[in-house]
């Protein structure tokens, strides 16, 4: 070899050395988001998480696949609100649509969520993703309220709080208060009521395979927010045996542990498929996926060994399952005792994504990205709830409550059922939680008288 040739292929080697070395310094390309969202599905409902009547094999798959959270929590115990403050990242009781508890056909036909007013999708689609809400919306059924309006590229659900699994009626839609038995059709595509036949949760899966699978020429976010396991209690098979109406009485009447079973392995199967579409997509690296529920289970949940459920600030009301994936980002086998909240989603995804929030309305989560990554703890923090009846708060080990006009101190890391008030025994710590408890409160919306 010649000095020349030497020289040359010395540089040529040096070039590439830095030209790696650039590229393995470079940012990665922002990720896709995949959102799910589960409908009262209580803390224990998971067989990761302690349900023994049935399995559920892709969420507990899911769960090793990246980090499991055992102290994730709804910002509110109903729909709502909490649906409120994941879409805008903010407690929920800082707008009136976030005070219903939940949104009803009764309720005053000028409440939804503002027009006009940030929201994660809108935030993501001004920094270049495309975006769509697969499930139920729960925030305004008039079109100046609807995802649409709000940053959603498409919309594929439902408007209301639940709908039967098979008519798509709902009795809450609007329009529905004095109307017949079963409610009214609320099935959407966009601002357009359609007919399907099929069971929901296959519907909305369905749905959020298709999009899945189509050519992206820019980052997608995919919030899909089942139905389920919502009342009516209603599984896949039900139809054959003429339970594809639920008649005149109220949605959460009827059902059994078994068909209860029957809508969790649905869903989870859903999940599956939804993962897979990933997976032949070869997006799976390239994709944050989210997974709980939006407040705690009811009648035929397993919120061991938490107190009450769906509705109430104990810790059944609030505690929910959560976990994340991100191959190469989130190290999988982990499992936090993190206290989270529903609006440290909305910051997550907008850090993970590189998107903004709006400096007029700050977010109230936190990134958790750093944690998920194992890259930095997240120091103890100070979460709040206030609905009609409840007020409550968590400060690190300890939980304040008021209830009835009674005020509680429980520490969660001895009693996590919430069953010794130490209110008397640790009142330095009673004093200051109500203290910040007070403070946080003075910042929002009063009460409805």
């Not at 939804?274 to 997976?279: D, E, G, R, T």
């Not at 997550?348 to 998920?372: H, K, N, Q, S, V």
Request: one cysteine or more; charged letters at 20%; hydrophobic letters at 40%.
């Amino acid at each position: 070899m010649t000095r020349r040739e030497f020289l040359g292929t010395a540089a040529g080697t040096t070039a590439l050395a830095a030209a790696s070395s650039l590229a393995s310094a470079a940012p990665p390309p922002r990720p896709n988001v995949l959102f799910i969202l589960a409908d009262d599905l209580g803390y224990g409902d998971l067989s990761c998480y302690g349900r023994p009547e049935y399995q559920t094999p892709v969420l507990d798959a899911f769960a090793k696949q990246g980090i499991k959270f055992m102290s994730a929590y709804a910002a509110a115990p109903v729909c709502t609100p909490t649906r409120c403050a994941y879409i805008t990242g903010r407690y929920p009781q800082r707008l009136a649509v976030g005070l219903e508890e939940p949104l009803r056909a009764e309720s005053p036909p000028g409440v939804g969520l503002p027009p006009g007013h940030p929201t994660i999708a809108s935030l993501l689609k001004a920094n270049g993703y495309d975006t769509s809400l697969v499930g139920k919306w729960h925030l305004g059924w008039q079109p100046q309220f609807g995802p649409n309006n709000h940053g959603f590229d498409e919309f594929f659900g439902i408007l209301s709080g639940a709908a039967d699994y098979f008519t798509h009626k709902a009795p809450d839609a609007a329009g529905a208060a004095g109307g017949p038995p079963g409610g009214v059709p609320d099935l959407w595509e966009n601002l357009t009521p359609i007919e399907r036949a099929g069971y929901m949760t296959d519907l909305l899966t369905d749905r959020a395979v298709e999009i899945i699978g189509r050519r992206h020429a820019k980052p997608f976010f995919l919030s899909l927010q089942y139905t389920a396991p919502h009342s009516p209690w209603e599984g896949p098979a039900d139809v054959a045996v003429g339970h594809d109406d639920h008649g005149p009485g109220p949605m959460a009447d009827g059902g059994s542990p078994a068909i209860y079973g029957a809508m969790m392995k649905s869903m989870d199967a859903g999940i599956g498929r939804v993962l897979k579409a990933l997976a032949r997509a070869k997006l799976e690296r390239d994709t944050l996926v989210i997974f709980t529920s939006d407040n705690g289970g009811e009648r035929y949940s397993f919120n061991w060994p938490f107190s009450f459920a769906k509705g109430d600030l104990w810790e059944g009301g609030t505690r929910v399952p959560a976990m994340v994936r991100w191959p190469g980002v989130v190290p999988p086998g982990q499992v936090t005792d993190q206290a989270a909240i529903t609006m440290d989603w909305t910051a997550t995804i907008l850090a993970a994504t590189g998107t903004a929030a709006d400096r007029a309305y700050p977010l109230d989560g936190e990134d958790l990205m750093p944690l998920c990554s194992a890259k930095k703890a997240v120091s103890d923090r100070l979460l709040f709830w206030r609905v009609a009846r409840y007020d409550a708060a968590r400060m690190g080990r300890w939980k304040y409550l008021r209830e009835s006009g009674r005020e509680h101190l429980f520490d969660l890391t001895s009693d996590p059922g919430e069953k010794a008030d130490v209110s008397t025994k640790h009142t330095d710590v009673f004093t200051r939680v109500r203290h910040e408890y007070a403070a946080w409160n003075a910042t929002l919306l009063p009460r409805r008288s």
